[in-house]
């Protein structure tokens, strides 16, 4: 089965104020020379940012930067986009796939199309296997151990997600019968995955506790991870990461009163997917967007919202802007792929998972992140690997591990390297004024919404 991304949202969901004022979606490739725009005119709705910012992402693009405003009624975004060749968006099928995510077109099922990266996006059937979420305490050859237990349970691992944060992890794995090559629906047999995955799970010693569930319908992994580990509340455990200070997201939250906003400034590292991955925080904290500016044109981003909670208050508290700075600090941070980067590409078959993830714990190897695929009859796996005390791995090692498994099947994609520090002084470039930031959106809203009109 070939791992596919589709919109976290109902499709089948329209509201009266999108049939009456459909989005408009416009991609201008003529404006800059180096990058597309991709312009969204809607009624506006909470969640509305996080759908649109959602998709680009899962097109494997990138978003260089982007002009928000939403305060009424009305929703009117500006994105600077290329795909992660540095490409134009010039395909029309992945022009069409976004009219049709983001529904400004109407009628017809979305299609499926193939990202820069070779990645299939499209709309996944719900009865195409049965996904499990996991959530524990790290520790080394924890994701072997999960998929011995799967492999012994006759299920066949599809795909599969994992992140690791704070010696918490949050795992996906979508499973199907090995006989059937279908979901599982036999209660006997779920109550035992679940009995014995959570035994796994609980280790020795798990004072946080476990959880183990099967997810009901569609799931974003992306956005249910994050969920996940925010249930778990992976914010406030102790910090392991090797990040020196100077290497952590800068965040600085600060009311605009006149105006009745909360105004928060992230600055960090630039890397794929970090709006996505600041935007899904903010909306799963129930806190509304209503103007952002995004620059990450340079080896850093910043990042300036004006947001208030839903019910219209603002971060009135200290205790409350220090939550939201923990939350988008660990958000941030998830997706930060410590240690060494392994690639496996060979042909699938059921246990594929456990035996590579046991030779792995053999060598004394764990895994801080892992990306699980099948495309067509081939595995495609990609895994970030430590040793168990988290620091690098010996080199030597790892060509033990591929003269075991394969030169050709294995391979090494890059080396672990020390984070840059994050400047502390932003200077007058990262500073940000209401006003300011208002008066450029009106003038290039007003510009761009022409253009699209006329």
């Not at 490409?87 to 022009?95: E, H, S």
């Not at 009745?260 to 129930?286: A, E, I, W």
């Not at 008066?439 to 809203?445: A, C, D, G, T, V």
């Amino acid at each position: 089965m070939e791992n596919i991304c589709w919109p976290y949202f109902d499709p089948e969901y329209e509201s009266l104020s999108q049939r009456i004022h459909p989005p408009m979606i416009c991609i201008d490739n003529d404006t800059c020379e180096d990058c597309s725009l991709v312009k969204v005119d809607s009624a506006n709705r909470h969640g509305i940012l996080l759908e649109v910012v959602q998709v680009l992402t899962d097109l494997d693009l990138i978003i260089s930067k982007a002009y928000i405003s939403s305060d009424g009624r009305w929703f009117m975004d500006v994105f600077h986009v290329t795909d992660q060749l540095g490409n134009k968006l010039t395909d029309q099928r992945i022009i069409d796939y976004i009219q049709q995510a983001l529904g400004a077109k109407q009628g017809g099922s979305t299609t499926e199309v193939k990202t820069c990266l070779g990645r299939t996006v499209g709309v996944q059937s719900i009865g195409e296997h049965t996904a499990i979420e996991l959530t524990g305490t790290d520790r080394p050859g924890l994701l072997s151990e999960i998929s011995a237990v799967l492999t012994n349970l006759k299920c066949n691992v599809v795909a599969a997600e994992v992140w690791t944060h704070n010696m918490r992890v949050a795992c996906v794995v979508y499973v199907t019968d090995e006989l059937t090559s279908r979901p599982i629906e036999d209660p006997e047999q779920l109550a035992a995955i679940k009995e014995q995955l959570s035994n796994v799970l609980k280790g020795n010693d798990d004072r946080r506790g476990v959880k183990t569930d099967f997810s009901m319908g569609l799931t974003h992994t992306e956005r249910r991870l994050h969920q996940m580990m925010f249930a778990d509340r992976d914010y406030e455990g102790p910090d392991t990461r090797s990040l020196g200070e100077n290497g952590r997201p800068i965040i600085k939250i600060e009311n605009c009163n006149e105006k009745g906003y909360s105004v928060v400034n992230v600055h960090c590292k630039d890397r794929p997917k970090l709006l996505f991955d600041t935007v899904c925080t903010l909306t799963d904290m129930q806190y509304v967007v209503f103007h952002a500016s995004i620059n990450s044109s340079g080896t850093y981003a910043l990042q300036e919202y004006y947001i208030r909670h839903m019910d219209g208050c603002t971060l009135d508290t200290e205790g409350e802007k220090q939550r939201v700075i923990k939350c988008l600090e660990a958000a941030i941070e998830r997706r930060v792929s410590e240690g060494l980067r392994l690639e496996l590409c060979t042909s699938d078959r059921v246990g594929l998972l456990s035996d590579i993830t046991r030779i792995f714990r053999e060598n004394g190897l764990s895994v801080t992140r892992a990306d699980v695929t099948t495309r067509g009859d081939k595995a495609v796996n990609v895994f970030y690997v430590t040793d168990t005390s988290g620091n690098s791995v010996d080199m030597k090692i790892v060509e033990a591990m591929r003269r075991e498994i394969g030169h050709t099947i294995l391979q090494v994609k890059s080396m672990p390297s020390s984070p840059r520090p994050c400047p502390t002084d932003t200077g007058d470039k990262a500073k940000f004024s209401f006003g300011s930031l208002l008066k450029s959106q009106i003038e290039r809203l007003s510009y761009n919404f022409g253009l699209i009109k006329s």
